[in-house]
C-alpha cells in the first residue's frame, strides 16, 4: 500500500554532533515531501519540504535529501542541540492535487549535552 | 508564519457524551483543512479532510456519523466526537492549508480522554 516509513525508529545523539534521519517511501508518484518536528504533546511543527523536482534542499541548520531512484529522503540536523530533541516524521503527497499528507511511523531524536 | 489554533487543548469527558473540537486558521483563510488521530508513540493518521462549504471526505475506517466535521468558513472547522467511548481517547490535530499547493499548518492539538 501507500506508505512512508522510517529506517530506524530512535536516535540519540551528543550536542554538537550532525544528525542524519531517514525515511523511505513506497508511493513513486509522490512529488512532495514535508519533514515535520514534533515535541511531546505538541503538533506537528513544518521543518522543511523539498518537490521531486529537486535532490537537495536546504534551510537553517538543516537539509533535506531526496534520491527518487531508491525513494529514500533523508534530513539532517547539524550541530544538533538538545532542543532539536523530539519526533520526526516526513510525510509525502502529491503537490498539484493538494492531497493529504501520508505520514510515516517517526524517529525519536535524543540529544545529551 | 501562519498559525492555526485549536481548541479546547485538552477534555475530558465521560463515555456517551460529545465533544465538539474547534480548529482555526488565525492569520490565514484556509480551503481546505484535515483532521488527523494520533494514539501514543503513533504516527498521525488522516481522519477527513474538509473543503470550506463542502461536505468532508472521510477515510477508510473513520464513520462520518461519529466524527462530524463542519467547515462552515474559511478559518473555522470543526470535529464533534458523538457519543464518545473510551477508546476515542487520542490525541486530535487539526491541519490548514491556504491552497492546494501551499503548505500545511498543524494546530497544537487536542488531548480527548474519555472516561
Known amino acids: 500500500g501507500e506508505s512512508v516509513g522510517l529506517h530506524l525508529p530512535t536516535l540519540s545523539v551528543q550536542e554538537g554532533d550532525n544528525s542524519i534521519i531517514n525515511c523511505a517511501y513506497s508511493n513513486s508518484a509522490s512529488d512532495y515531501f514535508i519533514w515535520y518536528k514534533q515535541e511531546s504533546g505538541k503538533g506537528p511543527q513544518f521543518i522543511i519540504d523539498?518537490?521531486?523536482?529537486?535532490d537537495k534542499r536546504q534551510g537553517q541548520r538543516v537539509t533535506v535529501l531526496l534520491n527518487k531512484t531508491v525513494k529514500h529522503l533523508s534530513l539532517q540536523i547539524a550541530a544538533t542541540q538538545p532542543g532539536d530533541s523530539a519526533v520526526y516524521f516526513c510525510a509525502e503527497s502529491l503537490y498539484q492535487a493538494g492531497t493529504a499528507l501520508i505520514f510515516g511511523k517517526g524517529t525519536t531524536l535524543s540529544v545529551s549535552s | 508564519g501562519a498559525v492555526v489554533s485549536q481548541h479546547p487543548s485538552w477534555v475530558i469527558c465521560k463515555s456517551g457524551t460529545s465533544v465538539k473540537i474547534e480548529c482555526r486558521s488565525l492569520?490565514?483563510?484556509?480551503?481546505?483543512m484535515f483532521w488527523y488521530r494520533q494514539f501514543p508513540k503513533q504516527s498521525l493518521m488522516l481522519m477527513a479532510t474538509s473543503n470550506e462549504g463542502s461536505k468532508a471526505t472521510y477515510e477508510q475506517g473513520v464513520e462520518k456519523d461519529k466524527f462530524l466535521i463542519n467547515h462552515a468558513s474559511l478559518t473555522l472547522s470543526t470535529l464533534t466526537v458523538t457519543s464518545a467511548h473510551p477508546e476515542d481517547s487520542s490525541f486530535y490535530i487539526c491541519s490548514a492549508q491556504a491552497g492546494a499547493t501551499d503548505t500545511q499548518y498543524f494546530g497544537p492539538g487536542t488531548r480527548l480522554t474519555v472516561l
Open positions: 492569520d490565514f483563510q484556509a480551503t481546505t
Open positions: 523539498i518537490r521531486s523536482n529537486m
